[in-house]
């Protein structure tokens, strides 16, 4: 038995972008032991939606938990009180929001890959995919009208509809990211160097992914099959769009960038389908009706499944608003699966798990 050290690794790191703090035992520079703090960040969001904010403000509130993935709370939340005012939303809507929701997914996956390739010790790499991320957050704003917090999503449909020539522009950038894409699948998964870094790092199998309750990316690299977009046909057609989900096995880090880029192309193909079949309606569903009773949501956010609890009392102001991110869902499957890896090794599958301590602990 060699000697063991403890590492603390955050909250403030130079290769951890979140709040969140991890504490390694190593013996012989291998992580025998991980303990996992969070909550550094509350912002009393939940109880300001419940008390600050009358109903419909929400969504704009809800839309601030989370920079990467604003248009997923907003449309989650939008949902959640559609139920409880009991409302339709325009189908013209709902093919909007699928929209948006798919440019967030590409530019969220492309800055997941990006910070790999940084804690890999890629400079260049993680670079280069910032550099093709970009065009993803020039067509959220054109279609927008911001690059992040983007207030698209409302109670009843959405804010804004899409101007035909930002539907054209939309369709050729993604035409000239195709080539960019497939430059990147290609690199990420038969550079030797980089796979040799990232092949068996923090790996979790099927049965453990299963058995802790991952989510999104982080679950499919394990092959477990788990999409939100697979079951909630009734609140956004995923499937009349070309909605595909993608498993890789291996359930390492190199699985979850591959998983990742695999996503982009089908987020590819659901936009331009939905821009080929928007069909033609109002954009927003009127109503003068409070919230009343409790309803739930689920939304397959770019880190996996994002959960939304509403209890209505028939005034202005919710009784309650409960919000839980896949991050939380992710925690113990990222403790173990650090477990047994070089301590070096630690940053790069971090970035691999993609968490968002902004949406957790809010």
Not at 3 to 18: D, F, N, T, W
Not at 36 to 47: D, S, T
Request: net charge neutral; charged share 25%; proline share 4%.
């Amino acid at each position: 038995m060699g000697r063991q050290y403890e590492i603390p690794l955050g909250a403030q790191h130079v290769s951890l972008l979140e709040p969140l703090h991890f504490k390694f035992t190593t013996e012989n520079e291998k992580i025998i032991a991980t303990e996992a703090n969070l909550f550094y960040v509350h912002r009393g969001i939940e109880a300001a939606c419940c008390s600050k904010f009358k109903f419909r403000q929400v969504s704009f509130v809800v839309g601030r938990v989370c920079g990467l993935c604003s248009i997923s709370h907003s449309t989650a939340y939008a949902q959640v009180a559609e139920q409880l005012v009991k409302i339709e939303v325009p189908k013209r809507a709902k093919y909007l929001r699928m929209l948006v929701i798919e440019l967030d997914r590409i530019h969220s996956h492309l800055l997941c890959l990006s910070h790999v390739a940084e804690n890999s010790g890629y400079e260049a790499l993680f670079m280069k995919t910032m550099q093709y991320r970009e065009f993803a957050m020039e067509l959220l704003e054109a279609v927008c009208g911001n690059r992040i917090q983007y207030d698209f999503s409302i109670v009843g449909g959405v804010s804004r509809d899409l101007k035909p020539e930002v539907a054209q522009i939309i369709l050729k950038r993604l035409n000239n990211f195709l080539p960019q894409l497939d430059e990147l699948l290609d690199i990420y998964s038969n550079s030797w160097t980089f796979s040799l870094k990232n092949k068996n790092a923090g790996a979790i199998t099927k049965a453990d992914a299963l058995r802790l309750n991952v989510v999104g990316p982080f679950a499919r690299a394990a092959g477990l099959g788990v999409d939100v977009r697979n079951e909630t046909e009734a609140l956004l057609p995923w499937k009349e769009v070309g909605f595909e989900m993608v498993t890789e096995s291996s359930g390492d880090a190199y699985a979850r960038n591959i998983v990742r880029l695999r996503e982009i192309y089908i987020s590819k193909r659901i936009i331009e389908n939905i821009i080929r079949g928007l069909p033609e309606s109002a954009l927003v569903t009127e109503t003068k009706a409070f919230p009343d009773g409790e309803a739930v949501v689920r939304i397959e956010a770019p880190r996996g499944e994002l959960f939304y609890y509403a209890k209505g009392n028939k005034t202005q102001f919710l009784e309650r608003l409960k919000i839980k991110a896949p991050t939380f869902s992710n925690v113990a499957a990222m403790v173990e699966a650090l477990n047994g890896n070089e301590y070096g090794s630690a940053p790069a599958i971090i970035a691999s798990y993609d968490p968002c301590l902004s949406c957790t602990a809010r």
